[in-house]
């Protein structure tokens, strides 16, 4: 064989094993002979060579016409580094060079071939193939697994030779498993007891090679965490870390942390958090108050038994007052300050004391005095120097609020038993307010002269002219009132004229209505209670949901509005009415405030509600009856929304608001949008999204229709039954999408009917075609919540917000007691739905069993008027017409 240049011929041959037994003599003749006989002039064709695992092979390689060459042999492309390799010289010009492999395996197949260098070219020869046989060789084994019982599973194996064919044989402990089967192999298990060994056999025609054991392990639930440790307590906030059990060879997915005032008694407080890490952080405890928790890890088996429970409690509060009355009186041995006792207010921690004392001179001198009692004898200070005094009461937190600072001036160092700044701090105070007030009064009457004169002047000029006075305008103007404003029109917004035409009838002068309290707040706007005037001079509560002041770009009061064009083309009971739209008005070269007048809503939103009725701190009883009816109402709502081919896009409890007969509204439809053409919508660009809420299509290709909001339906109705829980807790939104592939989806809440269940669960079907519409839910629900028997007596009493009575009860009708309501939720504009708040009235508890003492029939209506609280129980028992598609 030649080199390719044809310059110095390089000869490449093989020898068998007997070749290496040769003598050196032999050896050299044999060449000298081989060489004679071909004159190093044959060309052929490169040589494949097949060699058992583990025998010799000697590669030989001849060069000629060069002196002393450097043959290098090369595999695959790289150098072969083998310390056996030999140079043999034939004659002065024709060298032999060997390689040695003395026992070959499976990493020495491969293509080899030898060259030389001859100045800057290289000279190589026709390679040789060496392709190594023996028993198969795995690159798959089975691995080890743990699965629960009875839960199918795989194991995969493979096996390469040469030679082939491979084929497997699987092994379950010592027994096997059906026949030879072609490499590679999936062996299907339907499911095993308990722990059990598998194993593959792979044959060829060289004989049989076993893989590794794999060890399939059976899940089981978690064991209980322990060693946990409440740590960084403070008056409200409360560190815990524990550390996790057993995990029962499945991965743990989250911990629960359950708070109570008691062992047993009601939950306070749970909190889910993903593990690890192993630690939570508890958060809006009362101060100075006895806990206890406990915890609990689940995996995808299900939830640990609870750890034991812990005791703790929380910090009391700093002293929350400052000191009173500070003041000086000077003696001839120093100088005595006296202040007011501090009187404890709420739950303090640890008794009041003692009093700390700083002062400061303006030399820079200072100091900070512990001071027990109401009174300090200061010596260490410079009467010749001002000297400014606080002080702060202490306990075991910490210091509260410094008082006033206290000024003794130095003027009245000459031994006066009192100082007037001392003595009456407010002195100074009047002083510099009539100060103030000549010096303003002075000021705007130079002011008034100057304008005066400035006036004078320019009509004289004006007049001399013989042009008209109205043209005047004073070099600068003084003492205006307020900023020029603008005309508040919808033109001088900036939207489009598409949508100036859909508000123009529903535009409300700002004149009409007064903004009350602030209901709630977000990032990009709030929501104010306020009063419009109707047409024959009375007054009703509305809600007003405005843009913030500083948001000024046109985009985005476009998009808001939108949201109002939108809600004027609904009239239904259980679909959010638009009152009309309003604009604030403000200062020239400024954009007006656009407002969206709604109908108040009394009870807040649906899923402040169901919270307030679980955790809030009087926590109530929804019987199943109301959260059907909730569930009815919403369905209602949809389907009117459906039929007149809008899709809501974020449906869900926070976007349901309820009004005062307890009826349900959908409402913020801030991402609704009309169907125009075809049967769904496409999101064309990135925007915050209830990822929790949306349909599989939605999530994979942003494609929003009428069955998308099919599956957020069955998500709200899984927030009202489990009373405002957050769905897929533990779950980051990020991994949502992988979880609902795999097929999982949101568990049936305790206590829910299986009827219930199984229409959720058809709403989270993968095929958006399966789901059912919104008339055969709503029809469902309503045949589901007629089966249900009207509420008895003997069930928890029923809370309700309703006003207070402002007539005394009357006799024979229901008393009812009260008590304090929990002060309203601020939260996002987006997650209120701008039409509610949460009511400053009081709570009272209705029974259900007080029905009985009321003169009303199923079939008549009560002769004599009702009070709220009446109503609203025979709304409940389905005694009173209501609200319905």
Request: aromatic letters at 8%.
């Amino acid at each position: 064989m030649f080199s390719t240049s044809g310059k110095h011929p390089l000869l490449l041959f093989l020898s068998l094993p007997s070749f290496g037994r040769v003598g050196y003599r032999g050896l050299l003749a044999a060449v000298q002979d081989w060489a004679d006989t071909l004159g190093l002039k044959l060309v052929g064709a490169p040589v494949k060579l097949t060699v058992s695992q583990g025998q010799p092979v000697k590669l030989n390689c001849s060069v000629e016409g060069m002196e002393e060459p450097e043959i290098q042999w090369v595999k695959d492309g790289a150098v072969v580094q083998s310390l056996d390799q030999m140079y043999i010289s034939v004659s002065e010009q024709h060298w032999i060079g060997f390689l040695s492999l003395k026992s070959v395996e499976r990493s020495d197949a491969g293509r080899y071939w030898c060259q030389v260098e001859d100045g800057e070219e290289i000279e190589i020869s026709q390679p040789v193939w060496l392709t190594v046989e023996g028993v198969p060789f795995f690159t798959v084994e089975p691995k080890d697994l743990a699965v629960p019982p009875n839960a199918p599973f795989q194991l995969s194996c493979e096996a390469v030779g040469p030679p082939e064919p491979v084929t497997i044989i699987w092994w379950r402990g010592g027994t096997k498993i059906g026949g030879p089967a072609p490499s590679p192999s999936v062996l299907n298990v339907t499911g095993v007891t308990q722990r059990t060994e598998f194993s593959c056999e792979a044959h060829n025609r060289k004989g049989l090679a076993s893989s590794r054991p794999a060890i399939v392990h059976l899940q089981a639930l978690p064991a209980a965490p322990f060693n946990i440790t409440v740590t960084k307590l403070s008056s409200s906030n409360a560190s815990v870390a524990w550390m996790p059990g057993a995990d029962g060879r499945a991965v743990l997915q989250s911990c629960t942390v359950q708070v109570t005032q008691a062992p047993g008694d009601w939950e306070v407080l749970a909190v889910v958090v993903p593990v690890p890490p192993f630690t939570c952080l508890l958060r809006d405890l009362e101060p100075a108050t006895n806990y206890s928790l406990r915890v609990r890890c689940t995996n995808a088996l299900g939830p640990s038994p609870y750890a034991d429970w812990v005791p703790f409690q929380t910090k009391g509060l700093a002293p929350s007052s400052a000191p009173q009355n500070l003041h000086a009186i000077r003696t001839d041995s120093g100088l005595i300050l006296e202040w007011e006792e501090v009187i404890p207010e709420g739950p303090l921690e640890g008794p009041l004391g003692p009093y700390k004392l700083f002062w400061i001179q303006d030399n820079g001198t200072q100091d900070e005095l512990t001071v027990e009692g109401t009174r300090a004898n200061l010596t260490g200070w410079d009467p010749q120097k001002d000297l400014i005094v606080r002080v702060c009461v202490s306990n075991a937190v910490g210091c509260g609020p410094w008082s006033q600072p206290l000024v003794v001036s130095s003027h009245d160092h000459e031994g006066q038993q009192g100082l007037l700044t001392a003595a009456h701090p407010w002195v100074p105070v009047v002083l510099g307010v009539l100060t103030a007030l000549v010096t303003a009064a002075a000021l705007a009457l130079i002011l008034l002269r100057k304008r005066r004169k400035e006036t004078r002047q320019a009509f004289d000029s004006v007049m001399a002219r013989g042009e008209p006075a109205v043209h005047f305008r004073a070099a600068r103007s003084f003492n205006r009132e307020r900023p020029e404003r603008i005309e508040a029109t919808l033109d001088s917004l900036g939207i489009s004229d598409e949508l100036k035409d859909k508000l123009e009838d529903v535009l409300i002068p700002e004149q009409q209505f007064t903004l009350g309290r602030m209901l709630g707040k977000g990032e990009f706007g709030s929501v104010r209670e306020a009063q419009l005037k109707q047409e024959d001079g009375s007054f009703v509560k509305v809600a007003v949901k405005m843009l913030k002041a500083d948001i000024i770009a046109s985009s985005d009061i476009e998009e808001f509005l939108r949201e109002a064009a939108c809600m004027k083309e609904f009239d239904h009971p259980h679909v959010a009415k638009l009152v009309g739209v309003s604009l604030r008005s403000r200062a020239k070269g400024r954009l007006p405030i656009p407002m969206v007048i709604l109908p108040f809503m009394k009870h807040g939103d649906l899923h402040a509600f169901l919270l307030a009725s679980r955790i809030g701190e009087n926590p109530f009883n929804l019987p199943l009856q109301t959260l059907i009816r909730f569930m009815v109402d919403i369905a209602c709502g949809m389907e009117y929304l459906s039929s007149r081919n809008f899709i809501h896009r974020d449906l869900a409890a926070r976007n349901c608001m309820l009004a005062e007969d307890m009826t349900v509204c959908v409402a913020d439809f801030g991402l609704s949008r009309k169907i125009y053409s075809g049967d769904y919508y496409r999101q064309g660009c990135a925007s915050k999204l209830p990822v929790k809420w949306l349909a599989l299509e939605s999530l994979a290709d942003n494609l929003y229709t009428v069955h998308s909001d099919v599956w957020a339906f069955g998500v709200t109705m899984w927030e009202i039954m489990t009373r405002g829980q957050t769905p897929y807790a533990g779950i980051e939104n990020a991994e949502i999408y992988n979880y609902l592939i795999g097929g999982n989806r949101l568990k049936q809440p305790p206590d829910c009917m299986e009827d219930v269940y199984d229409l959720m669960y058809q709403c989270w079907s993968a095929d958006p075609k399966q789901r059912p519409s919104f008339t055969c839910l709503r029809m469902e629900l309503e045949n589901i919540l007629g089966h249900l028997s009207v509420l008895s007596a003997s069930q928890d009493p029923l809370y309700i917000n309703i006003e207070r009575a402002e007539q005394p009860t009357e006799e024979g009708s229901l008393e009812l007691p009260c008590g304090d309501q929990p002060s309203s939720r601020a939260g996002d504009i987006s997650g209120m739905g701008a039409v509610g708040g949460t009511p400053s009235d009081y709570r009272y508890i209705l029974s259900p069993g007080g029905l009985t003492e009321l003169p009303v029939q199923a079939d008549q209506q009560p002769e004599s008027p009702l009070n709220d609280a009446q109503r609203l129980l025979l709304l409940q028992q389905g005694l009173l017409p209501h609200s319905s598609c």
